[in-house]
């Protein structure tokens, strides 16, 4: 399955790259990087110096961009849970 902006929230997000637009947590704003695991809470992160950071998934905002170029806005508490189980959750269609 192709990945779009409508799935996105149902799609494996490894090996995506992602930015954090916004955080409750001031200095996690700003880090952008590739997706490299996924963990029921957090994503983490390698930035382009190679340093990997945990970021936690419900006090952030994300843009990810797809394999196209598109980038999507994710809002962070939409993709809490296992990544195993988010992709079999039924989600809303917008």
Do not use: A, Q
């Not at 490894?14 to 880090?31: A, D, F, M, T």
């Amino acid at each position: 399955m192709r990945i779009t902006p409508k799935n996105i929230l149902r799609h494996e997000l490894i090996g995506l790259y992602v930015r954090v637009l916004r955080s409750k947590n001031r200095s996690l704003e700003g880090i952008e990087g590739r997706v490299i695991d996924e963990t029921m809470k957090t994503l983490i992160i390698e930035t382009e110096t190679g340093r990997r950071v945990m970021v936690p998934k419900s006090v952030c905002e994300f843009v990810f961009t797809l394999p196209d170029g598109t980038e999507v806005l994710v809002v962070g508490s939409c993709i809490v849970g296992r990544p195993e189980d988010r992709l079999k959750r039924k989600i809303r269609s917008w």
